[in-house]
C-alpha cells in the first residue's frame, strides 16, 4: 500500500463551522506533512510532524490546528476560517523524519470558506 | 530562500516532441528532486537527483543536476498528452523543508 488518503475530498464551510481535514497512511512513514496550495502557485508547507512530534510550524494562523493522533493519522482542524485560506490542502508523509527522501502526497482536500 | 525558479513558466508542445524545463537555486543542497502535479490533483515523485550526480534516467525522463551553475533541468522525450501536468522541483531548506519551485505548466497538444 503506497497510497496517502486525504478526506474529504471538497469541503465547504462558514467562516463560523468548525471542521477536521484527515489524512491516513499505512507505509510505515514516520513524517507527515500539511502543504497549503492556492491555484497556479506551488504548494507551501505548513506544518510538519516527526515521528508523532510537531517538528515544523511554518508561522501558521492559529485557526489552523494540526494533531496527530498515532503515526498513520494526521488531522487538521479547521476553526473560524476566512475566505482567503480557500485552496488546495495536501497532506505528505515521507519514510524517516530527516526530509531528505521522497514525499508522498494524497490527492488533497479542496477547500472553499464562505 | 532557498526556493527553486522555474523555467519556463509554461510550455506548450506537440505531442511526440521532447519538453525541457529547467530549475535555479540559491544555494548549496543535498538533493534536488521533481514532481509532477495533475490539475488540482496531489503531487507524484518523479525522480531524485543527489548533488553528487550529474544525470539521472526514468523511462523517458532525464534529469541532470549543475552544482557548480545551481540549476538542473527535466527533459521529458517524446511527449505525450498524458504528460499535461505541472511540474516542479522542490529542494530540502533546513532539516525537513521541502520547497517547491514556482513550477512549469506543461500542454501536450495533440
Known amino acids: 500500500d503506497t497510497e496517502v488518503t486525504q478526506t474529504p475530498k471538497h469541503l465547504v464551510m462558514g467562516m463560523t463551522n468548525k471542521k477536521s481535514l484527515k489524512c491516513e497512511q499505512h507505509?510505515?512513514?514516520?513524517?507527515m506533512y500539511w502543504y497549503k496550495q492556492k491555484a497556479k502557485k506551488p504548494p507551501e508547507l505548513m506544518f510538519v510532524?516527526?515521528?508523532?512530534?510537531?517538528?515544523i510550524n511554518e508561522s501558521v494562523p492559529s485557526r489552523f490546528s494540526p494533531e496527530c493522533p498515532n503515526s498513520s493519522l494526521l488531522n487538521l482542524h479547521l476553526h473560524a476560517l476566512q475566505p482567503e485560506d480557500s485552496a488546495l490542502y495536501l497532506c505528505?508523509?515521507?519514510?524517516?523524519?530527516?526530509?531528505?527522501?521522497?514525499?508522498?502526497f494524497g490527492e488533497g482536500s479542496r477547500l472553499t470558506v464562505l | 530562500s532557498q526556493q527553486g525558479e522555474e523555467d519556463p513558466q509554461a510550455l506548450s508542445i506537440q505531442e511526440g516532441e521532447n519538453a525541457t524545463m529547467n530549475c535555479s537555486y540559491k544555494?548549496?543542497?543535498?538533493?534536488l528532486q521533481w514532481y509532477r502535479q495533475n490539475s488540482g490533483r496531489g503531487l507524484v515523485h518523479l525522480i531524485l537527483?543527489?548533488?553528487?550526480?550529474r544525470e539521472k534516467h526514468s523511462g523517458r525522463l532525464r534529469v541532470t543536476l549543475d552544482t557548480s551553475k545551481k540549476s538542473s533541468s527535466l527533459l521529458i522525450t517524446a511527449s505525450r498528452a498524458a504528460d499535461t501536468a505541472s511540474y516542479f522541483c522542490?529542494?530540502?531548506?533546513?532539516?525537513?523543508?521541502?520547497?517547491f519551485g514556482q513550477g512549469t505548466r506543461l500542454t501536450i497538444n495533440p
Open positions: 505528505a508523509s515521507s519514510q524517516e523524519g530527516g526530509g531528505t527522501g521522497e514525499l508522498f
Open positions: 510532524y516527526s515521528y508523532e512530534k510537531l517538528s
Open positions: 537527483i543527489r548533488s553528487n550526480e
Open positions: 544555494t548549496s543542497i543535498n538533493n
Open positions: 507505509m510505515g512513514h514516520r513524517a
Open positions: 522542490a529542494i530540502i531548506q533546513g532539516a525537513q523543508k521541502l520547497v
